[in-house]
C-alpha cells in the first residue's frame, strides 16, 4: 500500500497515470473491513504528515530572509511545508467513480475511527479542510422535494430523518402534501445525495403541537392562503460533514424562497423539541436551589400522592403515564414551562453559550425564542427529553441581522416578551 | 470599499448576511473599470494580506512548543497565520449569481494587472490555489459537443478556437459533422462554458495536412470504418484558469471514449502546429554554426536566383510567395524538414525542455514525435510560424507512461525512428 | 350544457375560444357525480348521433352519382356524414389541462356505464377510435422503470399490479432489483402515468414457481450470466384502453431491448398463471367424460380418505388445505398438470379460441405452451384458480410468425413436446 | 412492392412483425426518386382505395335493415366500407424510426404529385386527416426559442423563415435578443422540428416598419418596461402539414404567455406585409374604374415628369427607382395608403373572403385592420408586393371573439376608424 501511495504522491507516469491509480487504491480502501480502515488512516496519519525538519528549516529562512521579496518567496516555502502529503492523496480520489461521496464517507469512518485514536485528528482536518472547499454553500443547489422525486432519493430522507422519524412510505407522502414543502441542499457532483434537508408546514397561526403535523388524516389548507411557515424538521444527511455547516443558509434560502413564492406568509418559525431538557433539569433538581415554590412542590406532591422529599417532580416525570393523568399535567404545566423558558433562555454552558444545542444553532442564526409548547410532543421521546415540551424560534426577517450580533457578540440570547415575562429575576 | 470588505471578513451579522454582502462588493466590482479594479486588487494585496507579526509569534511559539501535542498545536497556528484573510473573501464571491465564472474572470483581470505590478503575484497564487481545488478534474464532466448543442456554447468554440480558426458556422458545422468529434471539460457550476475544448478527426492513415480536415466538401468517412483518430485541435477557454491545467486527462478520457466506441481505431495521434520552428531558425541562421549543408545552400540559392551571403533561406522564407515557387518548394523541403526534427527533439531551453511549447505539452503527456507534414499548414500563420510544416505526435497507449517517465526524469524526448534519423549526429 | 356543447360543435368565437369552452365543460364533467356523468354520456350518444336522414340523401346521391369525380365527392360526402359530431367534442377536450388523461378516464367512466345502457355503445366505440388514433404504438415510448423513477410513478405500479400483488415498498424494490427489469409504455401526452408494464427477472434456468421471484431474501443473480428472462407479470394500468392492446409490442420490444443488452440471454419465457382452469375443470368433472383413469381416481379417493362418487378431487381442490397434505399433492399431481396441459392446449370456446384469457394472448402472439409447474403458485388465489400451477410459454425468436401464422389461421396451438404429449390421444 | 404492402394490410405474422415490414418498406421508400415515389402514390391511390362494390353492398344492407339495432350495424359496416385500406399502411408507418416525420414529409411528397395527378387526390385526403388527429393542437407544445437552443434548431429557423429572410447568425440572434421572443409548437414525436413560428418584439408603441426591428444595431428595449408586442413573422415549416392550421392557437397562446409574464403589455399587434396588393392594384388600374382623383393623377404625372395615359402610377410602381425620390413619394402616398385600405378592407374575392391571404388569416383570428405604415418595408420584396407599404393587424384580446363571428358571418371586415374612414363611400 505504501508504494501505491508514494506512486500517487509523486504523480508517477503523469497525473492521469497518478490518480487512476488513485483510484484503484480507493477501491482497495472499500474492501478493507474497519480495522483495515483503521489502519490505512495510521498510515496516512503517520507516514505522510508535514516533515518537521523541513517546517523548521523554511521557518529559518524565513527568519534569515533579507528584503519583501525573499521574505515572500520564504514565506510560500512556509506555507508548502505546512501542507501534509497525503492531502493530494485526498485529492486524487476525487477521479473515483463517486469520488466525492466515497471522500464524505472515508470522513465519516474517520471521524469515528478518531474518536479512539486521538493522533488521527490532524488527518481529520486535513480532510475536514478538503471537503470544506468543495462544499462551499456557493456550489449546491437548493431541491425541492415532492412526491415525485425519485423514490431512492425519498427513501434516503427515511433513512436520514433526524428529528420525527418517518414511519411509512404513507408518512412521508403526508410530509410532501400540497401545503408542505420539503427542501434539500445537493451537490452537483454527488447527484442523488442530499445533504441536509428540512421540512415546513404551511399554516396558519404558529403550529403548538407536532402531533397536528404529523396527522396524515388531517385536511390539507390552501397554502396560498396560509400565513405562517413551520419549520419542523431540519436533518444533516452526511455523517462524513460534520463540522462543514450549511443548516443556515438552507433555512434562510427557504424562507426567500416561500417568501416570493407565497406572498401570503406573514411569520417563519420553527416549531423544535428541546433536547437538553430533562438532562438539565433532572441535575438542577438536585442541586441547591430550589427551582420549584414551596406551593408548587405542596400542589404536585399532592396531586401525585407522593411523599418523598424534594425529588417529587423528577420522580413524576421518569414514569411516562404522568402525561396520561390530565391533574398531573395540569399542576406541572406551569412551573415546567417556566424552567423551559429559564432553560433555553438563560443557562449556559461553560463558554458562555445555550445549554440546549438547538437554541443554540436557531439563536446563531438569529432567531428569537418565543412561545414554549405545553404538550407539544407527547411521544415517547418528547417525553423523556422534554416533559412533552416544544419551543417555537421565530425568525423575524428584519432582526435577523441585529440578533446574530447580539447573540455573538455578547452571547444575548433574543425572547419574545412571552418567555421574557417568564424569565424575570433570574 | 474597505468597511465593506472588513464586515465580510468578519462574517457580520452572520456568514449568510456576509455572504450577500460580498456579493454586492462583486457586483460593485463589476461596474468597475480596468483602473477601478487594478486599485481594488492593489488593497487585496496591501491590506489583507498575511500578518507578518502573526507568522513572526506563531513561529517562536513553534519552536517554543515542548511535546508532540503542544508542537502539532502550534503548527496549525503557523499555518493558519500563513492564509492571507483575503482568501475568504475571494471564497464568498462563490455566493453571487453566477459566482464561478465571475472568479475565473477576476483571475483573468489579475493575471493582465498583474503583468505590470508584481505586487499583485501573492494575491495571484491565492486565487489560482483556490480555482485550483474548485476545478479539481474530479468535478469536471466530459461533454460532447455537437450541432445540437445549444448556440450559446458553439459560439463560445468559434471565439475560442486558438489552433485554426473557425471562419464561419459552416466551417463549424463541418468540424461537428458525423465523422468528426468535439469534446470539452464543462464545470457543473459554470453551465454553458467550455472550459478546454479538442476536435477530433476519424479518418483512415494519419492525416499530413490541415487543410483536408477543414475542406468543407470533403466527403465523410464512416467513423466506424476509420483507423486512426486526428486530434488537430485543442483550445483553452478560460484565460483565469492559466496554470489550471487538464488539457492532459482531456486527450485521454477521449481516447479512452473514442476506443470504446469505435473498436477500429488503431491510432491516435495529433496533427499539431509548430508554432516557434521559424523564431528558432531565425536565430539559428545568424548563429555560428552551419545549418545547411554547402551543397543544399548552393541548390537553393540557385534555385532562388539570389546571391547575397548566409541570409539565402531566411530572406526566402520571409517572403510568403516562395511556397507557390514549385522548384524552391523542393530545394527546401528535405533541409526544412531535417531542421524541424532537430528543433523539436534536439533544441532545448535553458531548464532543459523542449524549446517548442505544443511540443512541451504533448511530450510530458507521454506522446511521442512521430512525423514531420511538408505543406501541412499552408496558411499565411502556418507559414510564417513553421515554413508550413506540422507534426504528428502519436499517443502510443502502452508506451504513454514510459515516454512521460522518460521526459520527466531526464529529459529524454521519445521520437519515432523516422524522426530519430533526422536528427542522428546531433 | 346543450348549449355548451353547440357552441363548442360550432367553433363559436373561433377554434381557440371553442377549446377553451369545450375546456370548461370538461371541468365541468369532473364535478359530476357518477349519475351526472351518465347523463351527459346519454345526451350525447342520443343528440348528437349522426344524422340518420343525411346518411340516406347521402347514399341516394351516391347511387345517382355519375362518372369516377362525381362518385368520389358523393363517397366522401356519405363518409362524412356517418361521423357524429360528437367527436369533435371529444376531440376538443384534448385541450384541457392533462386531456388525453381526461379522455382516458372519462372512457373508463363511459365502459362502466355501457355495461348498463347498451345505447352507449356506439359512442364508446367513437371513442375508442379516438384513443386509438392517439395511442397509436408507434408514438409510445417504452421506460425503464426503476427505483430511481418518481415515487408517485412506482406508487402507481403497486396499485395497478394486476398478476402478483406488490405487498409492499419494500416488495416492489426487490422487483427492481439489479436482476430485474421493468418497463413500461408512456404516452408524451400523459407523464407520468404507465399505461401498461411488464416485470421480467433475469435467472438461470426457466423459473418454475413464483416464490423464488417474490422471495426478498433470495440472493441477486449476475444479470450479465443469465441465460433465461422470465416475464412473470404484465399488468395493463388505465381501464380506459380497454380493446386498445399493446402488450403484444411491449413484450417484444423488451425482448429485444434485453437481447441487445444481456448477448448471453437464450430464452425469453413468461411464468404465467392459468387463471381460467377450475373453472373448466369444475364444469368438466360435472359432465359426462371421465377425466381421470379409474387407477387415479381410486388413489385420489384413498389418499383423500373420502367416498363421496365423482365429486373427490372437486370437493378435495375446493379446500385449500390440501396443498398441505404431502400424500394428497403427490396423488392429484399427474392428473391435475395433464388436465392442465389439456385445458391448455385443446380446450376452445365456441369461437374456436382456447379458453384461456392468458393463453389465448401469449399464443397470439406467437409463443408457445412450454412447461406446466405444479405447485408454481401456492397463493391463495393461485390454489383457488388453478390447484397452484403456472405456466411458462416460450418466445422462440425464430418460430413466432410461423406460430402466430398457425394460430391465428388454423386455430393451431403450439405446444412443446412434453405439452403435446401430455394432450396426446384427445 | 404490393406483396410487402399486402403483408402489412393483412398484418401477417402478427402486428408487431407486420409494423417491422412497414418500416422496412417506408425505408425502401426513402431510396425512391421522384418518379419512384409517384408510382409509389399512384399504386396506393388505384389498387388501395376504397372497394365501391363493397360500398354498394353495404348501403343496401342498410336501406333493408330493420330495427334501430340493425340499422346501427348496418351503419357502422357502411363507414368502415368508405375507409381505404391504404390508411392502416400509413398508420403503420409510425413505427419508422422517426415515422411522424416520415408521414410529413410523405405528405409534402404528395403534394407535389398531386398537383399533375389529380387522382392522388383522396390519397391526400387520407393522409390529411391522418395527420390531422395525430397533429391535434392538445399534443403541441409551445417552446420559446432563445439563443441557447440546439444550433441545428436554429438553423431550421433560418431556412424556413418565411417572411423577412434571416440573413446570418448574427441576425439570428439579434432576433432572439432580450427585448425579443421567438416562440414555436412542437410535436413530441417529431423532436427538433418546429411546425410552426412566430417571431415577437417586446417595444414601445405600436412599430410602423421592419427595419427598425431587423436593425442589429438598435438598442434593446427593456422588456419589462415595453406597452407593445409585435408580431412581426409568423412560418409554417412543415410542408406536410398544409390545411393543418395551428396559426392561430400559436398566436392566442403567445397572447397569453407574454401577457403573464410582462403585465405591462398593453396592445399585442401585427406588423404585417401585404402579399397581393401590387397585383391586385396593377389589374385595377387596368380597370374602368378611376382609382385616382384626377387632381392625383395629375400631380403624380407631374412630379413623374412622364405623360403617357393611365399607366402613370402602374408605370412608376414598376421601376424601384421611385422609393428614392423624396418628391415622388410625397405625390404618391395619399392615394397609396387609401386604395391599400380598400384592397384590405373591401376588395373581395369570389367567395366573398378578403382578397389578401395575411388579411385572410388574422381577421378569421378575431383581429382588426389596424393602421397602414407608409415605407414600412423598403426591402426589394416590400416594393414589389406593396409598394412599401406594411399594415398592423390588431389583436383587442375582449373584441377577438366578436370581430372573428362578425368576419365569419357577415364576412364583415372589422377595422379601425382611421382605416374605415380612408374606405369610406366605398
Redesign the interface.
Known sequence: MRRQIDACLAD??????A?LRAAELGRAYLGLNGKGRARFFALLAREYD?D?DE?DKA?AA??AAEGEAE??TA??R??RS??PPRVHLL?QF???DR??KFLVDMRADLLRAAREQPELR?LD?DLQE?LR??F????LEMAQIT?????????KLIDYEAVHEIRS?KDL?NRLDSDRRCFSFMH??MP?EPLIFVEVALVNGMTDNVHALLDEAAPEVDPHAADTAIFYSISNCQAGLAGVGFG??LI?RVVDRLSQRFPNLKSFATLSPIPGFRRWLDGALDGEEPLLAEAEDRLIRATARKESGHQGLKAILDDPGWADDGDLVEAVREPLIRLGARYLAREKDPRGRPLDPVARFHL???ARVERINWMGDRSESGLRQSAGMMVNYLYKLDE??KN??AF?GEGKVVASPQISRLCKGL
Do not use: C, M, Q, Y
Not at 508517477?12 to 497515470?17: L, P
Not at 462551499?136 to 456550489?139: A, Y
Open positions: 508517477r507516469g503523469g497525473a492521469v497515470s490518480r508535514i518537521p517546517v521557518s524565513l527568519r521574505r515572500r514565506r510560500r512556509l506555507r505546512l501542507v485529492t476525487n477521479s473515483l469520488g466525492v490532524d482536518g478538503l472547499g468543495w462551499d454553500v456557493g456550489f412526491f415525485n422525486s425519485p423514490a431512492s432519493l425519498l427513501e412510505w407522502k452537483p457532483n442523488g443556515d443558509f434562510k446563531n442564526n438569529g435577523i441581522e446574530h450580533e455573538r
